[in-house]
Every structure is written in structure tokens, then in C-alpha cells.
């Protein structure tokens, strides 16, 4: 495996990488040694102008073990524009699976490559910033980010409004 870190805003970066894809994206407490291929070093490269708000979607080979499910859900979050998050039960409804909410939830959680599958991008039905394993602080700072970047300014307000509004009322919280 190889291995690039970038210094983020919201911290050190890992880059995990074989000889054809990105295989996971994370902010680990302990960093790996710098590896680099020239796969992760593209990645850290597209990762680098998103932050720098060039670049709303990555281009670079991905690939990561799942389920069918999984993957399917994985793809549909690749979906979601930037700056325009939605709740667990709009993608539900979405993806035709409108009482597989928590399922959803579950697959959204075992995403390795975050911030390129954007499960940073769905929100609780009530609005609330909910479920990204590295800190709902980022995951804050990740949308604010992309609704400045996307000229949205309001977006994350007005999903939340929206989401009180739902008639679902799954509760998952």
C-alpha cells in the first residue's frame, strides 16, 4: 500500500492507495509513513484544489470492498452535488428503498473513502449533522465549505428546514 498526508484545514489527511485506485480517505490519530505512488500523490493533488474551492468532484480510481448494497448506496451518494445535503430518508426515497433508512445509515458509515463518497453530505431528518466518523466538527466544516464553494450559502439551513418538514419521521437520529 501507499500512503500520501496532506495538511488540511481541518487536519492531516491519509491518502491510502494500491497501483490502481484509492482504496480509503481518512484523518487517523496516528499517521502512517509517507508513501507516496504517483496514484496518491493525483489524489492529494485533487484533494489539495478542493480545499482551495477548485474542484467540487474527484476524477481519480476508487474502489473499496462492500456489499451489493453497499456499493449501491456508496454510488448514489456519489450523486449528491456538492452544497446541497439531504437526509437519510430523502436518499432513501431516492434509491426506491423508502423503510431502508437505517440500513442506509449503517452502509453510509462503512465508507472508507470519505469526503469522494460524500457521506458528509447527508444529514439527519431533523436537521441535525449526524453520523461521520471523523467528528462532526469536519463534518460541519466539510458542508459549510462546499455551500461557500457552490455560491449555496444557505443550503445546509434550508435542507434542515426542509427536514423538519419531512413526513417520514423515521427518527433516526
Known sequence: ?????????????VI???????CAVSFPDELPLDSPNELSEAAKEQFRE???EKRTYFDFPIAQPGTAFQQKVWNELRKIDAGKPI????????????????????????NNLMIVIPCHRVIGS????????????????????????????????????????????????
Open 1 to 13: 500500500m501507499f500512503f500520501s498526508i496532506l495538511d488540511s484545514p481541518i487536519g492531516q489527511m
Open 16 to 22: 491510502e492507495a494500491n497501483e490502481q485506485e484509492i
Open 87 to 110: 437526509t437519510y430518508a430523502a436518499l432513501a426515497k431516492r434509491m426506491k428503498s423508502p423503510l431502508a433508512i437505517r440500513a442506509i445509515a449503517l452502509a453510509n458509515g462503512r
Open 126 to 173: 431533523n436537521g441535525d449533522l449526524v453520523g461521520f466518523s471523523a467528528g462532526l466538527w469536519r463534518k460541519k466544516w466539510l458542508l459549510e465549505h462546499e455551500a461557500r464553494m457552490t455560491s449555496m450559502g444557505q443550503s445546509v439551513l434550508f435542507v434542515a428546514d426542509q427536514a423538519r418538514n419531512d413526513s417520514c419521521g423515521s427518527g433516526l437520529q
Open 50 to 52: 478542493y480545499f482551495e
